[in-house]
């Protein structure tokens, strides 16, 4: 039986890493996930995400809210309704620029 | 350099199998995705997608509407802000049965 839930009443974390992040962790290994887990970060107005490179890609999309992505070179804006896709090792940092919070959602694979 | 489009940018294609389902790839093989692919469907009111099933999960977000998803033995309504985790080789459905389009993301892993 397919699991429905709404993201309101999935727990909400503070992220310790960068600003007035937090994530609900939406789907993942718990609920049976077995490749890749979606997350629902916030971010507040003037909050931003670690600037940071992992080995795994990021795929996002940008529920409300805009912002900026800051890479090692370069920055892009962004906002509602926008796909992003980080690759794997690149840097990046999603910093909100506007006067409402910043919702979006990430989505990673599992790694064992 | 990560790859940033607003999903309007991204063409959209008509489904086949189903009713009145329209889908844009916003991130897949062809942007270099190596593990999984977000897509997002529009289902027009009254539409549906097919039901079927799959070896594949599905992990969605609705963004917009309201819906039912119709499972081998059971209905369950869904709404805007909902996740929903379909596990893989379950059968699933989603109709849509509101009086607006309905708009999801659909994240499934990219099959070699």
């Given at each position: 039986?397919?699991?429905?839930?709404?993201?309101?009443?999935?727990?909400?974390?503070?992220?310790?890493?960068?600003?007035?992040?937090?994530?609900?962790?939406?789907?993942?290994?718990?609920e049976g996930a077995p490749n890749f887990a979606m997350r629902?970060?916030?971010?507040?107005?003037?909050?931003?995400?670690?600037?940071?490179?992992?080995?795994?890609?990021?795929?996002?999309?940008?529920?409300?809210?805009?912002?900026?992505?800051?890479?090692?070179?370069?920055?892009?804006?962004?906002?509602?309704?926008?796909?992003?896709?980080?690759?794997?090792?690149?840097?990046?940092?999603?910093?909100?620029?506007?006067?409402?919070?910043?919702?979006?959602?990430?989505?990673?694979?599992?790694i064992d």
């Amino acid at each position: 039986m397919a699991l429905i839930r709404n993201y309101k009443e999935v727990l909400e974390q503070k992220v310790n890493e960068g600003k007035g992040v937090r994530v609900r962790w939406l789907i993942s290994k718990p609920e049976g996930a077995p490749n890749f887990a979606m997350r629902l970060f916030t971010v507040e107005p003037g909050g931003y995400t670690p600037f940071h490179s992992h080995p795994w890609e990021h795929e996002v999309f940008i529920l409300n809210g805009e912002g900026e992505l800051v890479g090692e070179n370069d920055t892009m804006p962004f906002k509602e309704g926008d796909a992003i896709f980080v690759k794997p090792l690149e840097y990046h940092q999603f910093k909100n620029t506007g006067d409402d919070d910043l919702r979006f959602i990430c989505v990673i694979p599992i790694i064992d």
